[in-house]
């Protein structure tokens, strides 16, 4: 029997265009959900009290295995307090981390710990999103084609964590010595699935991966997680957890059909701030530069230098020069891989860190100053850090956006006036059609040609 005041889900994103990810997922398909940007006050928790899933947005995609230990432990006692049927440590659907930073297998033993389990399920495949698993083996789309994950155009590149292993098991295997076991595609086909997958989780502690590839594998593995919750309630894994269960609970008559949603229309002017340093965000700023937006380039390493209070004061002031002419603007620190600054942005010595936090104080400002009703941060990394410059604590989900599934536009809670109410889009650095800046000004309808 599902206690009707406990949540179905409650989830940690490891970064924040993550668990905005997780959060749309849910929303679109019935699941009312609240995305907190930190453990909220009795207060803050009580104005979303029909939530069925509540999440916990986190950095811990950029950190380190010791920062992990000091803050997704408390992180994840509080979520297992909450009493959700399952508790889902969410990471991108690129499964792009290291054994020193953003370390899943780190992640894994800290929640096995906290919720008492011998074995930790693991979903990353997500077809919603172009990614597919198959024999344990990561695949992810690119431009209309689909890669292995160690030979994809950019995930192969990643400037902090690239990925040069496409088998997950032995990515993961770096990160942690438990033991990976795989339910692969042709055991979700088998009669006896769930009794070996019994098997696999009798065998000792460990990880137990499953594949999926479409439509037909993600239903039995989100069947098996429903199934296994009683005994493994805590799971890792992309938005593919969300897409899997969301089919288990329909079935057993838990959620309804889809959530309407109002467009909310243009906004005149809108200000973007992007410290990604993707093709696809560099390909998504000059379409938007061609479609009416002003682009200002900032150095990135002014930004997190000794100069960087002159530099944000700058930075803030050409910002306002646009707004007040009535144009949108992008502030930006890099435009493709090649303009990354590599070794001198390491995270190990805060510098990505500070950039976010910059670009978040510039947005600040920019908000403010111009009472601006919409703005978008572009980069995942990024994102975790900048939006916590605007004294938001929890996101709804506004208008999913199907064109580009995982990165909505959604809506800031906030006791400051400024931001709350404000319409915002956190986009990852691979997410989003190239007119995606231009989506978020028309409010999800295509912008007209110019």
């Known amino acids: ?9 409650a989830f940690y994103g490891d970064d924040l265009t993550g668990s905005t990810d997780a959060m749309e997922a849910l929303a679109q398909h019935g699941v009312p959900t609240v995305l907190f940007m930190q453990q909220p006050t009795v207060e803050q928790r009580a104005r979303f009290s029909e939530a069925r899933a509540i999440g916990l947005a986190g950095t811990s995609r950029s950190e380190t295995p010791d920062w992990m230990q000091r803050h997704l432990t408390p992180a994840f006692a509080w979520l297992h307090g909450l009493g959700a049927e399952i508790c889902h ?119 137990v991966m499953f594949d999926v590839a479409d439509a037909r594998t993600q239903a039995a593995v989100g069947q098996e997680l429903w199934r296994l919750r009683r005994k493994a309630s805590f799971v890792v894994g992309s938005s593919g957890v969300e897409y899997a269960l969301l089919g288990a609970w329909r079935a057993a008559g838990l959620i309804g059909g889809s959530m309407a949603f109002q467009h909310p229309g243009r906004a005149e002017r809108i200000a973007v701030v992007s410290g990604s340093c993707s093709p696809t965000t560099a390909r998504q700023i000059s379409h938007a530069v061609d479609h009416g937006f002003i682009g200002l380039h900032i150095d990135a390493q002014s930004l997190s230098g000794p100069d960087r209070e002159t530099a944000i004061a700058n930075a803030i002031d050409r910002g306002l020069a646009v707004l007040q002419t009535g144009r949108s603007v992008i502030l930006y620190t890099a435009l493709g891989p090649e303009s990354d600054l590599g070794a001198s942005l390491d995270p190990a010595q805060g510098g990505r860190h500070a950039i976010g936090v910059a670009l978040g104080r510039i947005l600040r400002r920019l908000v403010e100053a111009e009472t601006l009703t919409r703005a978008v941060i572009a980069g995942g990394d990024t994102s975790s850090h900048a939006l916590r410059e605007l004294d938001v604590f929890a996101l709804e989900t506004k208008l999913p956006l199907p064109q580009t599934p995982g990165s909505p536009l959604c809506k800031a809670f906030s006791d400051q006036a400024a931001f709350d109410g404000l319409e915002i889009a956190l986009k990852g650095g691979q997410v989003g059609n190239d007119d995606y800046f231009c989506l978020i000004r028309e409010g999800g309808a295509s912008a007209p040609t110019p």
Do not use: W
């Open 1 to 9: 029997m599902l206690d009707p005041h406990a949540p179905l889900l």
């Open 89 to 207: 440590y969410k990471v991108c659907s690129t499964f792009d981390s290291s054994p020193e930073i953003g370390s899943i297998g780190c992640a894994i033993e800290i929640g096995a710990e906290i919720f008492g389990q011998a074995n930790v399920p693991l979903v990353i495949g997500a077809p919603e999103l172009k990614r597919y698993t198959a024999f344990g083996t990561l695949f992810a789309a690119y431009q209309g084609a689909t890669y292995r994950i160690d030979r994809h155009p950019v995930m192969s590149r990643h400037p902090v964590t690239p990925m040069h292993e496409a088998d997950l098991r032995l990515h993961l295997a770096r990160q942690t010595e438990r033991r990976i076991a795989l339910v692969d595609l042709a055991m979700l086909a088998a009669d006896d699935r769930s009794a070996r997958v019994d098997a696999l989780l009798a065998a000792g502690d460990g990880v």
